[in-house]
């Protein structure tokens, strides 16, 4: 059985990062605690002794895709300032929280404990293998890099229409 405390730390660290994620309303303060909600992630993972997936999180996750949203959204007028909007989104999170809380509280309430997935201790090759086997999903994989260049591309265009004509 896996110590409950760290995992319990960092599941609510990550639970409290996901909701300032869709509450906050500046989307520096966004970025901010997206970055706390993948390193709580990461965390996760090297509790559960899981070390490749929780340093694959921290460079992927915190260092490419945050800086990346950082950069966007210097590019946006006012650093992408929100405008007011009603209740209504803190209550649909409120109630998508709740929900996700209620599965997983059930899917613990029915196993019982906590077990790791396996005891095998894999290595980079016997990780690495499925990423260059000729039967593997690693063409959705590749297919982020044009998704994010496609969301700069829209990021700078809705800035340069809200900036007006150039004199």
């Given at each position: 059985m896996?110590p409950?405390v760290p995992?319990?730390?960092?599941?609510?660290?990550a639970a409290?990062s996901?909701?300032?994620?869709?509450?906050?309303?500046?989307?520096?303060h966004?970025?901010?605690?997206?970055?706390?909600?993948?390193?709580?992630?990461?965390a996760?993972y090297m509790?559960?002794?899981a070390?490749?997936a929780?340093?694959?999180?921290t460079v992927?996750?915190?260092?490419?895709?945050?800086?990346?949203?950082?950069?966007?959204?210097?590019?946006?007028?006012?650093?992408g300032?929100?405008?007011?909007?009603?209740?209504?989104?803190?209550?649909?999170?409120?109630?998508?929280?709740?929900?996700?809380?209620a599965?997983?509280?059930?899917?613990?309430?029915?196993?019982?404990t906590?077990?790791?997935?396996?005891?095998?201790?894999l290595?980079v090759?016997?990780?690495g293998?499925?990423?260059?086997?000729?039967?593997?999903l690693?063409?959705?994989?590749?297919?982020?890099?044009p998704?994010?260049l496609?969301?700069?591309?829209?990021?700078?265009?809705?800035?340069?229409?809200?900036e007006?004509?150039?004199s």
């Amino acid at each position: 059985m896996l110590p409950l405390v760290p995992i319990s730390i960092c599941c609510g660290l990550a639970a409290l990062s996901a909701l300032g994620v869709v509450l906050l309303r500046r989307p520096v303060h966004v970025a901010l605690s997206l970055l706390a909600h993948s390193l709580s992630v990461a965390a996760l993972y090297m509790s559960m002794s899981a070390e490749f997936a929780a340093v694959a999180q921290t460079v992927i996750y915190s260092g490419a895709i945050v800086v990346l949203f950082l950069i966007v959204v210097a590019l946006l007028p006012a650093g992408g300032k929100e405008q007011a909007a009603g209740g209504s989104r803190a209550a649909s999170a409120l109630i998508a929280f709740g929900a996700i809380l209620a599965v997983l509280a059930a899917l613990y309430a029915s196993s019982g404990t906590l077990r790791p997935a396996s005891t095998q201790i894999l290595g980079v090759k016997d990780i690495g293998r499925p990423f260059f086997d000729r039967n593997t999903l690693l063409g959705a994989f590749e297919l982020t890099a044009p998704l994010l260049l496609a969301s700069v591309v829209g990021a700078i265009s809705l800035w340069r229409r809200q900036e007006g004509p150039s004199s």
